[in-house]
């Protein structure tokens, strides 16, 4: 699998600056969006801060969640050095190819990766904003939630805090797959649908990546915006091609050993030989690797499609997976909120010691969320700054919200 990209940014028709930011590097296969927040250029600040870390990450050979928590931590150590830095933050929506073909999206904040597949779009990433935790919640429908006054104030970003959770969605990638990652001044502005006509009409991904941010100047331009179109293509990489070749090479040995009769024999005669046998020792294998595949994917569709409540930290978690692992799947950490042990009481700390497992994540969602209003309606309105999930807003802190 090679990937092809076209990438554009513009800061639109009504901000100074474009706080946006975007990493291409086809030969790493790595490409990224960073949307930057903060006043006095501190945005742009820390976009490229966390673009440049991720690269250095990249380049060292640490997995994609390393190298996001990398970039954190040097936003955030910037913004603690520099007072005219402080309270910057970042979003960011990364892949990286890994051999096999799949890419991996690595994710913070309210920027988005969407899949377009046999000309269908499918939203890959899940946004850390307060309108889609309410909706998530059911306390928004989506349709209210694209208009919500909040909908800009995201929940995760990267250089807040000395940690972040940083979400992770594997692609298996097919040749013709067409990737998108978009900041949200491109979401705001045009609707899905618009976004899927434009990335199905046009094939070149340079020419489709301008002219999805076209759209969204056309449409009011009211926010930075930044798109980076990845095309899939059906070519080995360098490291997809070097794999295959040493799995070639045991084969071969054998039409090796007993070359010596075949001597005289043209090579192709030899060669032809030789992929038979390897053809034969596959067709044999296959029927194995494929009950073990289908077994392993049983086991991780049980263990990965069920939630549960425990403590990471001290802090009240929503986890995927089953508590203790199962079968060799671990569970992950699907969502963190800032609401500690001793904010709950007795029965519910026991509960979620013991890890309340939900048949879904909305449930489990649901139940966390309970925790913290139960909190709430327990504690004074003020002190309770402090329980809710940690608030960062994509515009300038000192802008007001309302
Ligand atoms: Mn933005």
């Known amino acids: 699998m090679r990937l092809v990209t076209g990438s554009a940014t513009d800061v639109g028709r009504v901000r100074e600056g474009n706080e946006d930011g975007l990493l291409v590097d086809e030969t790493m296969g790595l490409v990224a969006v960073a949307d930057g927040m903060g006043g006095h250029q501190a945005g742009e600040v ?27 931590e040097a936003v955030y150590d910037k913004a603690e050095d520099n ?4 309270g910057m933050g970042t979003t960011i929506t990364a892949g990286t190819l890994a051999t096999g073909g799949t890419l991996l999206i690595a994710h913070v904040g309210d920027s988005r990766a969407y899949l377009l597949r046999d000309g ?85 991904p340079q020419r489709a990546a301008r002219q999805l941010i076209d759209a969204a100047n056309e449409a009011g331009g009211e926010d930075n915006v930044t798109a980076v179109v990845v095309d899939a293509l059906d070519e080995p990489s360098l490291a997809v091609a070097a794999a295959a070749a040493e799995l070639a090479e045991p084969a071969a040995e054998p039409a090796v050993a007993d070359s010596d009769t075949a001597d005289q024999a043209p090579p192709p005669v030899a060669r032809r030989g030789r992929g038979r046998r390897l053809a034969r020792l596959l067709l044999w294998l296959l029927p194995i690797v494929l009950v073990a595949a289908v077994a392993f994917g049983a086991i991780g569709w049980y263990a990965r499609r069920t939630f549960y409540v425990g ?39 026991a509960a979620v010691r013991d890890g309340k497992q939900f048949g879904s994540k909305s449930s489990a969602n649901a139940y966390a969320a309970r925790l913290i209003r139960d909190h709430n309606r327990r504690t004074p309105p003020t002190t309770t700054t402090t329980t809710s999930t940690t608030i960062a807003g994509v515009p300038p802190p000192t802008a007001s919200v309302p």
Not at 168 to 179: I, K, Q, S, T
Not at 318 to 337: C, E, Q, S
């Open 46 to 72: 820390a976009s490229a801060t966390a673009l440049e870390a991720l690269r250095a990450a990249v380049r060292s050979g640490r997995p994609i969640r390393d190298a996001i928590v990398e970039a954190n």
């Open 120 to 204: 269908e779009l499918t939203q890959i990433t899940d946004d850390h904003s307060l309108v889609e935790e309410m909706v998530r919640d059911g306390q928004l429908t989506p349709e209210q939630a694209a208009v919500h006054p909040q909908r800009s104030i995201i929940t995760r970003a990267l250089g807040i805090e000395a940690e972040v959770d940083v979400a992770l969605y594997p692609v298996e990638l097919r040749p013709g797959d067409r990737l998108l990652l978009c900041s949200d001044g491109l979401t705001t502005m045009v609707s899905a649908d618009d976004i899927a006509a434009i990335l199905r009409r046009e094939s070149h």
């Open 311 to 349: 403590f990471d930290r001290d802090r009240v978690t929503v986890y995927r997976g089953v508590k203790g692992g199962f079968l060799g799947w671990d569970p992950t950490i699907d969502r963190r909120t800032s609401l500690r042990s001793k904010d709950l009481t007795e029965a519910q700390r």
């Open 83 to 86: 007072s005219q830095l402080r």
